[in-house]
């Protein structure tokens, strides 16, 4: 099981940019997916983006495609969403955890973060 921080939240403008950071606490980071999820007041968490243990496979909610990019390097056991072209309805607390492999249900996924609050205003 992982340990995992989110950090690189913050305010900014409509337009601008952001990179969280997912860092990992455990041996076995390298054997897991990461997710990145988000959860706005008043709204269910959705998945953001998801990248497998290898790199090899990455998944975006269409809302954020192209403007978002998930990467990871597992020799740091970090995982970074890159958020470009931000927008009001990006605001939410983002939230990484760790599953088997992308493209599953958010309830097979473990050792959430506490978060990191993303504001997107003028």
């Known amino acids: 099981q992982l340990q995992l921080v989110e950090s690189g939240g913050g305010l900014v403008q409509p337009g601008g940019s952001l990179r969280l950071s997912c860092a990992a606490e455990?041996?076995?980071?390298?054997?897991?997916?990461i997710g990145w999820f988000r959860q706005a007041p008043g709204k269910e968490r959705e998945g953001v983006s998801c990248i497998s243990h290898s790199s090899n496979r990455t998944t975006y909610v269409d809302s954020v495609k192209g403007r978002f990019t998930i990467s990871r390097d597992n020799a740091k056991k970090t995982v970074y969403l890159q958020m470009n072209s931000l927008n009001p309805e990006d605001t939410a607390i983002y939230y990484c955890?760790?599953?088997?492999?992308?493209?599953?249900?958010?309830?097979?996924?473990?050792?959430w973060g506490r978060g990191a609050q993303v504001t997107v205003a003028s």
């Open positions: 455990g041996s076995t980071f390298d054997s897991y997916a």
């Open positions: 955890a760790q599953g088997p492999f992308c493209g599953i249900k958010i309830k097979y996924f473990r050792s």
